[in-house]
């Protein structure tokens, strides 16, 4: 008989959860709440030279119109902080990524790539043809992510970030359907 103290793969899921942290289990893909908006509102100011209110998330997340998904980290203590969210407006059969950030702290592990991914199969489900968003053209992260997720350049916006600091702006289409 195996020996319960160390076999890991014999151990019972609740001694699990000790062992795990700091680096701690894969955040969830929820929708997100109005209660949301502050924590939100924090993340975007840390992403972004001009970060969204929370009155501004806060009327987002509670447009019909806007699928708005947040990534949470779940804590020892039950609490399940976001670390990352992604807004998306529908119009029709089209759609446009608003955002997508994830916390300094939480990059690099995939979550961008979860949200997006649950957006756009969400979208897909709503039927909705073509998904477009505008991306700095100096943002390599950014643009490494859509590229995967099949997002191709369809435009060019010379100068359209040139007031918060930033360059070109690349219009990106991805066909759903
Ligand atoms: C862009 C952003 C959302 C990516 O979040 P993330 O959770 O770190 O992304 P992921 O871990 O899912 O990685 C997505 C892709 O980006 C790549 N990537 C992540 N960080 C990178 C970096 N610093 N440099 C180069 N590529 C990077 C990953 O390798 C991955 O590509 P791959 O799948 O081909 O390997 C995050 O950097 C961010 O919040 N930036 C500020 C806000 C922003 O610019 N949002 C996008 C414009 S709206």
């Given at each position: 008989m195996a020996n319960l103290w160390w076999d890991p793969?014999?151990?019972?899921?609740?001694?699990?959860?000790?062992?795990?942290?700091?680096?701690?289990?894969?955040?969830?893909?929820?929708?997100?709440?109005?209660?949301?908006?502050?924590a939100l509102a924090e993340i975007h100011a840390a992403c972004f030279a001009r970060g969204w209110s929370e009155a501004e998330l806060e009327a987002l997340v509670a447009d019909p119109a806007v699928d708005a998904l947040v990534a949470r980290r779940a804590s020892p203590f039950g609490t399940r902080r976001p670390v990352g969210f992604a807004l998306c407006?529908?119009?029709?059969?089209?759609?446009?990524v608003l955002t997508v950030a994830v916390s300094p702290h939480w990059r690099g592990r995939?979550?961008?790539?979860?949200?997006?991914?649950?957006?756009?199969?969400?979208?897909?489900?709503?039927?909705?043809?073509?998904?477009?968003?505008?991306?700095?053209?100096?943002?390599?992260?950014?643009?490494?992510?859509?590229?995967?997720?099949?997002?191709?350049?369809?435009?060019?916006?010379?100068?359209?970030?040139?007031?918060?600091?930033?360059?070109?702006?690349l219009v990106m289409r991805c066909d759903l359907l």
């Amino acid at each position: 008989m195996a020996n319960l103290w160390w076999d890991p793969s014999a151990w019972p899921m609740s001694w699990w959860p000790m062992s795990w942290w700091p680096a701690g289990p894969p955040p969830l893909i929820d929708a997100a709440a109005a209660a949301d908006a502050p924590a939100l509102a924090e993340i975007h100011a840390a992403c972004f030279a001009r970060g969204w209110s929370e009155a501004e998330l806060e009327a987002l997340v509670a447009d019909p119109a806007v699928d708005a998904l947040v990534a949470r980290r779940a804590s020892p203590f039950g609490t399940r902080r976001p670390v990352g969210f992604a807004l998306c407006r529908r119009a029709g059969e089209e759609a446009e990524v608003l955002t997508v950030a994830v916390s300094p702290h939480w990059r690099g592990r995939g979550v961008a790539t979860e949200l997006t991914e649950t957006l756009l199969r969400r979208l897909y489900a709503e039927r909705v043809a073509a998904v477009f968003l505008e991306v700095d053209a100096g943002n390599v992260p950014a643009l490494a992510l859509y590229r995967r997720l099949r997002f191709h350049q369809v435009g060019e916006r010379r100068g359209y970030y040139a007031g918060s600091g930033g360059g070109h702006a690349l219009v990106m289409r991805c066909d759903l359907l």
